[in-house]
């Protein structure tokens, strides 16, 4: 079993990665940072965004996302966005803080972007057997994962993506700090 072989606060992160990617079916990767405390959200699209596009595109999601802190009354660290675009298909990568992040901006962006790309966004089949009562659990799962997160701190990197109906966490090599040069 897991939390018998990793320590508390890499568990604290496994779970925050698998809760978000099993709620969250429009989240293609999630990839924690803990060395800055950051969380980054990545979204696949089954079409090549021109520029423009893209350009807008992150405009837009951190406009909404910071429209949404405005109401809440509550100042991100770290509210950014990129995208990446390959030959047919495009990639947003939302950094968050994990100090403010929460489920319900999430959902905004998770719900923005369905609405705005539909089809276009790559989403894994939601299960046939699927409840209400799965949801409001799997929300509160997404909760109690972001609250831990922000009270152990953990200190390895990790990377979890889907590969058909499973969700698989890695370990993160940390990047080896460059030597100064000599004069």
Do not use: W
Request: overall charge negative; aromatic content about 6%.
């Amino acid at each position: 079993m897991i939390a018998q072989r990793m320590q508390t606060e890499t568990n604290d992160a496994v779970n925050l990665i698998v809760s978000l990617l099993v709620r969250y079916p429009e989240i293609s990767s999630v990839h924690s940072n803990p060395a800055d405390e950051t969380i980054r959200l990545t979204f696949a699209f089954s079409v090549a965004f021109a520029k423009d596009e893209a350009r807008h595109l992150v405009d837009e999601v951190v406009e909404h996302a910071g429209a949404y802190h405005h109401v809440a009354g509550s100042a991100p660290l770290v509210l950014g966005a990129d995208c990446e675009v390959d030959q047919g298909a495009s990639f947003l990568h939302v950094d968050r803080d994990l100090k403010s992040i929460t489920k319900d901006e999430i959902s905004l962006v998770v719900e923005l972007l369905t609405q705005r790309f539909g089809a276009q966004l790559v989403s894994n089949p939601v299960p046939e057997e699927s409840s209400e009562e799965d949801v409001s659990a799997q929300e509160e799962m997404v909760n109690v994962a972001i609250d831990s997160m922000r009270e152990g701190g953990s200190q390895k990197s990790l990377v979890g993506f889907r590969e058909e109906r499973r969700v698989l966490i890695y370990f993160k090599k940390a990047a080896k700090k460059k030597k100064a040069a000599k004069k």
